[in-house]
T-cell receptor, first 115, second 114 residues
């Protein structure tokens, strides 16, 4: 079974530029999460989707971050315009409620550096 | 509010020895799930082990076991027979029943020495 796929793996941009990250979850997983992990910290939730609907985006800085999951499968996270403090690893995870533990499985992440 | 505390920023262990990584949590919800993940330098979060708040027995997965003490609100990870490949960051996380997203601790960096 293929795991969670993310691209790109690395991205370097200058502040005020825009950037987009892509995630393809494990097949059949209805729930998709985007987390932000700043260096030296644990991941923090940005947004959670159930199929193509947003369940929780309370921690998403909506003035600059946006995310969509139009067909209920893959998802895109965008930052526009980027700030220096957005430098972090962006992790995508997916899970399925049909599994009793509802375990989240993570992709390899995208490491963003904003100069 | 949920909170996960990992008080050990770094740990050293000799190869083939056992090591315990500490995790305490705070929640008022009677139903919750506790997870441990491993994050190697490559960055991917790898699921290791799960413990449900109503589980009567401590979870085990191969060389990993979870020392779950509900009254103390602790969920320590025990790695037996450490291997060089176990060197990584380890994160404890909690899922609240009403909110499926995970709350993570700050992590413990484990270094296994030959």
């Amino acid at each position: 079974e293929a795991g969670v796929a993310q691209s790109p793996r690395y991205k370097i941009i200058e502040k005020r530029q825009s950037v987009a990250f892509w995630c393809n979850p494990i097949s059949g997983h209805a729930t998709l999460y985007w987390y932000q992990q700043i260096l030296g910290q644990g991941p923090k939730l940005l947004i959670q989707f159930q199929n193509n609907g947003v369940v929780d985006d309370s921690q998403l800085p909506k003035d600059r971050f946006s995310a969509e999951r139009l067909k209920g499968v893959d998802s895109t996270l965008k930052i526009q315009p980027a700030k220096l403090e957005d430098s972090a690893v962006y992790l995508c995870a997916s899970s399925s409620r049909s599994v009793s533990t509802d375990t989240q499985y993570f992709g390899p992440g995208t490491r963003l550096t904003v100069l | 509010a949920q909170k996960i505390t990992q008080t050990q920023p770094g740990m050293f262990v000799q190869e083939k020895e056992a090591v315990t990584l500490d995790c305490t949590y705070d929640t008022s919800d009677p139903s919750y799930g506790l997870f441990w993940y491993k994050q190697p330098s490559s960055g991917e979060m790898i699921f290791l082990i799960y413990q449900g708040s109503y589980d009567q027995q401590n979870a085990t997965e191969g060389r990993y076991s979870l020392n779950f003490q509900k009254a103390r609100k602790s969920a320590n990870l025990v790695i037996s027979a450490s291997q060089l490949g176990d060197s990584a960051m380890y994160f404890c996380a909690m899922r609240h029943t009403g909110r499926r997203a995970l709350t993570f601790g700050s992590g413990t960096r484990l270094q296994v020495q030959p």
